[in-house]
């Protein structure tokens, strides 16, 4: 399954983002999906994750500002980022891990255990 992030962009302090990634089949299971981001020069962290049957999980720092969601009529898993903060500058990714999904060419379902990445969306906050 191939994923697409997209929403970024620039936007001032105290502004709002909305992420959305699209994968390329229907999702019809997974044991988590969630957002990470890379800001320069640090390592890739967790900002929110939606595990499978369970509640979500936020990053301390994004905690009562990002709400993430998945929505099933579209397909998609949905970021929404309020209050943004230029620390929030970073490139943000989406994760799929161990999904099963529907093949957009055969309709066939497909299960794998591996963990799948989009490309990346820049989202810059200035101050």
């Known amino acids: 399954v191939q994923l697409q992030a997209f929403g970024g962009g620039l936007v001032q302090a105290g502004g709002s983002l909305r992420l959305s990634c699209a994968p390329s089949?229907?999702?019809?299971?997974?044991?988590?999906m969630g957002w990470y981001r890379q800001a320069p020069g640090k390592q890739r962290e967790l900002v929110a994750v939606?595990?499978?049957?369970?509640?979500?999980n936020y990053a301390d720092s994004v905690k009562g500002r990002f709400t993430i969601s998945r929505d099933n009529a579209k397909n998609t898993l949905d970021l929404q980022m309020n209050s943004l903060r230029p620390e929030d500058t970073a490139v943000y990714y989406c994760?799929?891990?161990?999904?099963?999904?529907?093949?957009?060419?055969?309709?066939?379902?497909?299960?794998?255990?591996?963990?799948?990445w989009g490309q990346g969306t820049l989202v810059t906050v200035s101050s």
């Open positions: 994760n799929l891990h161990k999904p099963c999904w529907l093949d957009p060419v055969s309709s066939a379902p497909i299960c794998s255990g591996e963990a799948y």
């Open positions: 089949g229907r999702i019809l299971n997974f044991n988590n």
């Open positions: 939606i595990p499978s049957g369970g509640s979500t």
